[in-house]
């Protein structure tokens, strides 16, 4: 069972334009900055924009694959801090806040940071941000 002060193992990606494109066929968000680069340099940006809810999708995978098949993200909260585009590399990290007397939740902050060359943290994409995961039921009433 996580205890708070733990860490949870972190996730690296790097994000690109098939991912991207292959997320906004997902969502049926098609909004020109995640896909298309001559919409991007009309508008100077270094290139098309990962959509905000990239970030929400990989913190919930991090969560799933540190507590296993039982857990249920039953909630998420985060604030973006940078833009993130095709091609760069995030970090995803986090930290146990809070566990339920009952092993029935697990409360994290988390952060995703923007790699930079050698894998040097650049910029905060993401911070701060929270969850609760219910372990075991997705009702939240504890291990099966």
Request: proline share 7%; hydrophobic share 40%.
């Amino acid at each position: 069972m996580p205890q708070v002060g733990a860490t949870i193992p972190p996730l690296e990606r790097t994000i690109t334009l098939p991912d991207m494109v292959a997320y906004a066929g997902a969502t049926w968000d098609w909004y020109q900055s995640h896909y298309d680069p001559d919409y991007v340099a009309a508008k100077k940006l270094p290139g098309p924009v990962v959509d905000g809810q990239v970030f929400g999708a990989l913190l919930v995978e991090m969560l799933q694959d540190w507590l296993g098949p039982q857990c249920f993200v039953q909630r998420i909260d985060f604030t973006f801090r940078n833009l993130m585009f095709a091609g760069e590399s995030v970090r995803c990290e986090g930290e146990v806040t809070a566990v339920a007397e009952d092993d029935s939740w697990v409360d994290v902050t988390m952060t995703v940071t923007t790699l930079g060359a050698g894998g040097r943290d650049e910029r905060f994409a993401v911070k701060p941000a929270s969850a609760r995961a219910l372990l075991g039921r997705a009702d939240g009433t504890g291990r099966p």
